[in-house]
């Protein structure tokens, strides 16, 4: 009879796996335009997506790696064939045909299909969304099984949905001259105020 002491084998941590059955699909979105202005550069980002998450599960995603953060406005996506996507709202006309983005699946999505979204009607952020040609592997581009749309690429610097530039910004008053971080507490070296040399 082997005696057992109390150590124990060393078993690997395995990576969190949700078992989303499916095809997952990579979606490029990059920012054109909004409030009057062309992005250049144009900022991006690429999704890793499952083809049954929702167009709202891809609006949620696409406004946090955007910077949304005032989500009260309204949204819509618009396919290539001119079905409009978008929330589902009682008080538009009766005539418009919206598909309520809450139960319409990526799955829709053809490889390479290119199609709009725009957050915000008034300032009308407009994004291109560019379906990959081919599937992914979610573990192998994000490392693990999101439950919803992840961005894993990016690059550009992302304006702020009512242009600010500062917490104080009303649009009217001029950039504060810079402090040089002179105004922050001096919990590092180089912050806080300046010594002068006395002589």
């Known amino acids: 009879m082997k005696r057992h002491t109390g150590v124990q084998p060393q078993v690997r941590p395995q990576r969190e796996r949700r078992s989303r059955p499916g095809i997952w699909i990579s979606v490029q979105v990059e920012l054109i335009e909004g409030r009057g202005e062309h992005c250049w550069p144009r900022p991006g980002r690429i999704f890793a997506a499952a083809a049954d998450h929702s167009f709202a599960q891809l609006a949620t995603a696409i406004d946090d790696a955007f910077a949304r953060?005032?989500?009260?406005?309204?949204?819509?996506?618009?396919?290539?064939?001119?079905?409009?996507?978008?929330?589902?709202?009682?008080?538009?006309?009766?005539?418009?045909?919206?598909?309520?983005?809450?139960?319409?699946?990526?799955?829709?999505?053809?490889?390479?299909?290119?199609?709009?979204?725009?957050?915000?009607?008034?300032?009308?952020?407009?994004?291109?969304?560019?379906?990959?040609?081919?599937?992914?592997n979610p573990l192998e581009s994000l490392g693990l099984v999101p439950d919803r749309p992840l961005p894993y690429f990016g690059w550009g610097a992302i304006p702020d949905q009512y242009s600010r530039v500062w917490s104080a910004d009303d649009g009217e008053a001029q950039l504060p001259p810079d402090p040089e971080l002179t105004d922050l507490p001096p919990l590092r070296s180089g912050w806080g105020p300046r010594r002068r040399d006395t002589d």
């Open 69 to 136: 953060w005032d989500r009260s406005h309204l949204h819509e996506f618009e396919l290539g064939d001119g079905t409009r996507v978008g929330m589902a709202d009682t008080e538009r006309d009766a005539d418009e045909s919206v598909i309520d983005e809450r139960f319409l699946k990526l799955s829709r999505l053809k490889p390479g299909e290119q199609f709009v979204y725009v957050f915000d009607f008034g300032d009308d952020w407009t994004h291109l969304c560019t379906a990959g040609k081919a599937p992914i």
